[in-house]
């Protein structure tokens, strides 16, 4: 089982990236996925959660308005669509996907990818 992230990169205050979660080894669309991010010196920080319909869907405050979860079960793939870049959203970024919602927010268990650095600069 493999969750590969990519899409991350450098860009401006203001700009966008758009992150990518592909799963490998699981059915994607029986599980619950969610971002994480994680900047130097500070601990693990959910940012977004999408239940496998995303019916469900949860931001962190700090990024409702700006940052998007989807999903394309077929493509066994996520999304992360990030606007509206800020100077406290630089970190690297971890896709996780678990059976469980409650879980999946937690980021308690589950399968992870090894994620992609974002940053943001002018």
């Known amino acids: 089982v493999q969750l590969v992230e990519s899409g991350g990169g450098l860009v401006q205050p203001g700009g966008f990236l758009r992150l990518f979660c592909t799963a490998l080894?699981?059915?994607?669309?029986?599980?619950?996925l969610a971002w994480f991010r994680q900047a130097p010196g500070r601990e693990r920080e959910f940012v977004a959660a999408?239940?496998?319909?995303?019916?469900?869907?949860d931001y962190a405050d700090s990024v409702k308005g700006r940052f998007t979860i989807s999903r394309n079960n077929g493509k066994e793939t996520g999304y992360l669509q990030m606007n509206n870049l800020k100077s406290e959203d630089p970190a690297v970024y971890f896709c996780?996907?678990?059976?469980?919602?409650?879980?999946?927010?937690?980021?308690?268990?589950?399968?992870w990818g090894q994620g992609t650095q974002v940053t943001v600069s002018s």
């Open positions: 996780t996907a678990h059976p469980s919602y409650p879980n999946v927010k937690s980021g308690s268990g589950g399968y």
């Open positions: 080894g699981i059915v994607f669309g029986t599980h619950n």
């Open positions: 999408a239940s496998p319909s995303s019916y469900l869907t």
